[in-house]
Structure formats: C-alpha cells, structure tokens
C-alpha cells in the first residue's frame, strides 16, 4: 500500500480482555517497530522486527504483550489480560531496508481499558 | 542509554513569526541522527528534518532549520514564517547510527505548539 495501516483506529476493552492490534507495512519495507505513547507523552519503543525476526524485544513491558511478523509482512501487537495502564496509542512504523533509512508511521490504534 | 529531553510543553507563535524549539540529548556515542518530527491531532508522526551527527552544517528544510551544537548536545528548531498548518506536537527523537539491527528512535516528550491567526 501507500502507506503504513493500521487497525483498529481505536478499540474499546474491558479490564482483563486480550486485545490484537493489527500493522500493515509498506510493500517490501524490511523494518518493522513498535512503539506505546501515553497520554501527553512522546513515543517508547517496545519490540523491532526485520523480515519475520523479533530482533529486539526490549521495551515490552511485561510478558502480557506479544508481538509476531511471521511472513515478514503484517505484524500483529497482542496484550493479554489487559490492564488500565495499558490505554495508550500503539504507533507501527516501518523502514524499506536497513540502514540510513527514514521510518514511516502508522496513524496508531488509540486503545482504552475501561 | 540514551535521553531525549524537551524542556518546553507549550509554545506559541503569531502567524508569519518565528519560532524556536529547544531539545537536548544525552549520549556517550559520537555517531547518531537526529530527528524533528510533527505529529498532528491524526496521530501519524511526519519526518520535518534530519541531521546526521558527523555533520558540521544545519540541516534546513524550506522553512525549517536546525541549530545543531554537538558538544553541548543541543539541537533547536527554528520554524520561519509560521502557517496555521505548522500548529501540532513537535518531537525530538534520537537514533543510534545505523548498525543493521539497532534503529529504533528514542523521544523526547514533546513541545505543543500553536499558531496564532
């Protein structure tokens, strides 16, 4: 696609649910991120992918989130057993290849946690 | 690690004036980009300019320019000739040289800025 997409735009969960959101990168970009921003607050990395490996997974916050890339295309960001401080917005933002690359972003998926 | 600070939550302009945001980083390496970017009420984060660190010149953009000091770890925005559509928040971000595997961005908090008509 032209641009990277993002799904939902905003999804609703109840405390304790398990919620999927979903990253679908420009055609043939190689890098893949992850990034969590809070309300008032600048993005924080969470986990980076390159093809279909998780090569950097540090800044998940706990082992509820997940996240997986298994054709090296669509990556999907999974939190189990969601919490309230998990509301944030969920940036996807991916580079062509490797190196002295641009990232471009997704419009996020807003998530709150009733 | 690396740190990204923005000192200034709100700042705002009259329409056609100049701006300037500040943003200060703390890093121990001597190559590294970085980066100004705008992020509107739509969410998507939109690249304004860049500079590569082993550069000496201010990167400038149209109307956009930086003010780079390496050795006080400074890198302001100017914004000249402010229009409506400049009104967003406006990130510093930070980001190792590129080592094929290690180019993920670290953020400041971010400065909102206004224009007024």
């Known amino acids: 696609g032209a641009g990277v997409s993002q799904s939902p735009r905003y999804k609703v969960a109840k405390r304790g649910q398990d919620v999927a959101l979903r990253c679908d990168p420009i055609s043939g970009h190689v890098s893949l991120f992850w990034y969590q921003q809070a309300l008032g607050q600048g993005p924080e990395f969470l986990t980076y992918f390159q093809n279909e490996a998780q090569l950097d997974k540090s800044g998940l916050p706990s082992d509820r989130f997940f996240a997986e890339r298994p054709e090296g295309s669509v990556s999907t960001l999974k939190i189990q057993r969601t919490q309230q401080e998990d509301s944030a917005v969920y940036l996807c933002?991916?580079?062509?290849?490797?190196?002295?690359?641009?990232?471009?972003f997704g419009d996020g998926t807003r998530l709150s946690i009733l | 690690a690396q740190t990204v600070t923005q000192s200034q939550p709100e700042m705002s302009v009259q329409e056609a004036e100049t701006v300037t945001l500040s943003c200060t980083y703390d890093t121990s390496e001597s190559d590294y980009y970085l980066f100004w970017y705008k992020q509107p009420p739509s969410r998507q984060m939109i690249l304004v300019i860049r500079q590569e660190a082993y550069k000496q010149q201010n990167a400038t953009e149209n109307r956009f320019s930086v003010n780079f000091q390496k050795a006080a770890k400074s890198f302001s925005l100017k914004i000249s000739d402010s229009q409506l559509g400049d009104a967003a928040m406006y990130f510093c971000?930070?980001?190792?040289?590129?080592?094929?595997?290690?180019?993920?961005?670290?953020f400041g908090t971010g400065t909102r800025l206004t224009i007024i008509p």
């Open positions: 933002a991916t580079i062509r290849g490797l190196g002295n690359q641009p990232q471009h």
């Open positions: 971000a930070y980001r190792t040289f590129p080592n094929f595997g290690n180019e993920k961005l670290t």
